[in-house]
């Protein structure tokens, strides 16, 4: 059987030109991961529409598509029953969230909301925790949430840490804001994180519920954001609790942080601190995805620093096909590590 998958329409022309290479190697991740052998697999044109297109003996039915709509790439998907006949695929509706969350929300140096479900997708399918109901999702790193926003889409928890307080602030409030108009059940706490004596910063957290019993229950999903360093992660939160760890990390030197022991002067530093950290909050068979600035900093420095603080780098050809340019300052790429 010959299958066909639109892609979705971007307005960043330049990431929808990378997005038809991209979209390969996050197809055979996840592919793989769910036991769908592919022949073809290759992104097409017709008419003006771009498809990626892929033969397989794996019949699907509705429930079984949950993962391919989840696809960062993904707008709509068809069986080719002959040349000129496209038979829409009926998909089973997985969305925790509205889509809108991550695009509603506008601002300079945001992460593209595309290419962050390809980071999360990278992660999820790299671990033995694919298929469960809830993950818990890490963005150590987050910004103004557009990770914590996509992991809510998927129906995962989302936890998140950001040194800056406008941009948490700002976080925290457009989510209410959308939870609120959104008709979402929820409930919200904000203050002081106060671990063993010692305040590492303040603490976000919003409990969405799809009804009341649920949210009583505390049964439905999670965001909970540290303000504060990201080299504290592992005193804010829960050890060996994290599924997958995802972060777009910083592009320039005036974005590194400090702890109260050291400046942090280059990427490199941070990252041999930050890791000792998130080590120790992923789980066993997790993963962790990350993307970065090639013109600061090469895949073997990080892969390095990644394997010093006990990871275990992913080095086969479908991990490493996700480099693309996204300025004249910043060519981006993704490297994963397991927790073996």
């Not at 990378?18 to 991740?29: D, L, Q, S, V």
């Not at 079984?64 to 089973?92: C, G, Q, V, W």
């Amino acid at each position: 059987m010959k299958y066909v998958v639109l892609l979705k329409p971007n307005s960043n022309i330049p990431y929808f030109e990378e997005m038809k290479r991209m979209c390969i190697y996050e197809a055979k991740i996840v592919f793989e991961k769910l036991g769908i052998k592919t022949e073809r697999l290759e992104v097409v044109q017709m008419g003006k529409a771009y498809y990626l297109m892929f033969e397989t003996d794996n019949k699907f039915e509705k429930e079984s598509t949950k993962h391919i709509a989840n696809l960062s790439f993904y707008y709509t998907m068809f069986e080719i029953e002959s040349d000129t006949l496209l038979r829409p695929i009926e998909i089973a509706a997985t969305n925790y969230l509205g889509d809108d969350i991550s695009v509603r929300l506008k601002y300079t140096g945001k992460t593209n909301e595309t290419f962050t479900r390809l980071l999360l997708n990278t992660a999820i399918f790299s671990t033995d925790f694919y298929n469960l109901e809830c993950i818990n999702v890490l963005d150590p790193v987050c910004g103004k949430g557009t990770t914590l926003f996509e992991s809510l889409v998927l129906g995962c928890n989302a936890y998140g840490v950001e040194e800056n307080k406008k941009h948490v602030d700002e976080l925290g409030n457009y989510l209410l804001r959308y939870l609120k108009e959104g008709k979402y059940k929820h409930n919200s706490h904000k203050g002081k994180a106060i671990v063993n004596n010692e305040n590492i910063g303040e603490i976000i957290e919003v409990n969405i519920g799809k009804t009341k019993e649920e949210l009583k229950l505390e049964a439905g999903k999670k965001l909970k954001v540290l303000r504060g360093d990201t080299t504290d992660a592992h005193k804010a939160f829960k050890k060996n609790s994290m599924h997958i760890i995802v972060g777009d990390l910083p592009y320039g030197i005036q974005h590194m942080g400090k702890n109260k022991e050291k400046t942090f002067r280059n990427l490199d530093d941070l990252l041999d601190v930050s890791f000792k950290s998130w080590y120790m909050l992923l789980k066993k068979g997790g993963a962790i995805a990350l993307s970065w600035n090639t013109y600061t900093n090469k895949r073997e420095e990080i892969a390095k620093i990644l394997v010093d603080n006990g990871f275990t780098v992913v080095n086969d050809e479908r991990y490493l096909n996700f480099f693309h340019r996204v300025s004249q300052a910043i060519n981006r790429d993704i490297i994963v590590a397991k927790k073996i």
